[in-house]
């Protein structure tokens, strides 16, 4: 079965400051691979997706994300964080077997901007 | 925001009683999904529909029904809300594009059962 694991519950950061939040995945083929965002009280926001093809993702926000597949991992970076970033982070990664298609999350990085 | 409403967005109920959750979509899609969202758990699929009258069990069905009677409506059923059932609930659908799948979520239920 597929899982997610984030390993930092919560991260703490200053306004300026970079930033990488950790995702490693477990699953047997070609993963496909999200973040999302949520902000206080908000539902989940897509920040960006690997399905196949180049290994660095662009996002929305200025965020982006690597795949690794020797790492099992999906990092998502951010040069410079603002303060309107605090927010939790998920990762998900997407399982296409059969005929139908469903989303395992890790259990979320909760991000404090610091001004 | 892929055209996705939820109500209510917010309920308190008592324990015993019924509720339904209803998830509205405006843009003709064909998979639904219901999550719930626990501190420390993430999201966890509850059910889930891939079309009119077709729907299938998630990872945490128990205590949950679903039905889905026409395209654009997705709802979800506590028979007998318990207070493990407080929680906020999201409901989702998938949209394609040429690179895959992605699923948009909609704003989400906070339901505390007393």
């Known amino acids: 079965a597929q899982s997610v694991t984030q390993p930092d519950i919560h991260i703490t950061v200053s306004e300026g400051a970079s930033l990488e939040l950790r995702c490693n995945y477990s699953?047997?083929?070609?993963?496909?691979l999200f973040w999302y965002v949520q902000s206080p009280g908000q539902g989940l926001q897509l920040l960006l997706k690997?399905?196949?093809?180049?290994?660095l993702v662009q996002g929305i926000k200025g965020f982006e994300a690597e795949f690794k597949r020797s790492q099992s991992s999906f990092n998502l970076r951010k040069p410079s964080v603002h303060w309107s970033d605090a927010a939790e982070y998920f990762c998900a990664v997407g399982d296409s077997g059969g005929s139908n298609y469903k989303l395992t999350f890790g259990k979320g990085t909760l991000l404090t901007v610091n001004p | 925001d892929a055209g996705i409403t939820q109500s209510p967005r917010h309920k308190v109920t008592e324990t015993g009683t019924p509720v339904t959750l209803r998830c509205h979509q405006t843009?003709?899609?064909?998979?639904m999904y219901w999550y719930r969202q626990d501190p420390g758990h993430g999201l966890r699929l509850i059910h889930y529909?891939?079309?009119?009258?077709?729907?299938d069990k998630g990872e945490v069905s128990d205590g949950y029904s679903v039905s889905r009677s026409k395209t654009e409506d997705f709802l979800l059923t506590l028979e007998s809300a318990t207070s493990s059932q407080t929680s906020v609930y999201f409901c989702?659908?998938?949209?394609?594009?040429?690179?895959?799948?992605?699923?948009?979520f909609g704003p989400g239920t906070r339901l505390l059962v007393l």
């Open positions: 843009e003709n899609h064909r998979y």
């Open positions: 989702a659908i998938s949209d394609w594009d040429r690179s895959g799948e992605t699923q948009y």
């Open positions: 690997y399905f196949s093809g180049d290994t």
């Open positions: 699953y047997g083929a070609t993963p496909y």
């Open positions: 529909s891939y079309g009119v009258k077709d729907t």
